[in-house]
């Protein structure tokens, strides 16, 4: 099983970023997906999910109208569009997979916000 993450990187304020994760190892389209972050010094925070069949997602009130999570389930990826990009945004952005019991855990991608 594996969860890779991408697109991270360094970003002005108010700048955009596009969040990929690759699934392998497992029937991606039966899990529902989340992005996690982790700033410094701050505990794990719930970024967005996305149902199995993307019919529903969820986001928390520090990146609703920002953030926009997505999914393609043939190409076995889960995607998180960033805008607006605000300094407190900065963390390593993890990709979770989970359905029932199991779940899985990217290596996360480092996002920086700084002028």
């Known amino acids: 099983v594996q969860l890779v993450e991408s697109g991270g990187g360094s970003v002005q304020p108010g700048g955009s970023l596009r969040l990929s994760c690759a699934a392998s190892?497992?029937?991606?389209?039966?899990?529902?997906m989340s992005w996690y972050r982790r700033a410094p010094g701050k505990p794990r925070e719930l970024v967005a999910t996305i149902t199995s069949a993307g019919g529903s997602t969820n986001y928390a009130d520090s990146v609703k109208g920002r953030f926009t999570i997505s999914r393609d389930n043939a190409k076995s990826t889960v995607y998180l569009q960033m805008t607006s990009l605000k300094p407190e945004d900065t963390a390593v952005y993890f990709c979770?997979?989970?359905?029932?019991?199991?779940?899985?855990w990217g290596q996360g991608t480092q996002v920086t916000v700084s002028s």
């Open positions: 190892g497992f029937t991606f389209s039966s899990y529902g």
């Open positions: 979770y997979a989970r359905r029932l019991s199991l779940a899985y």
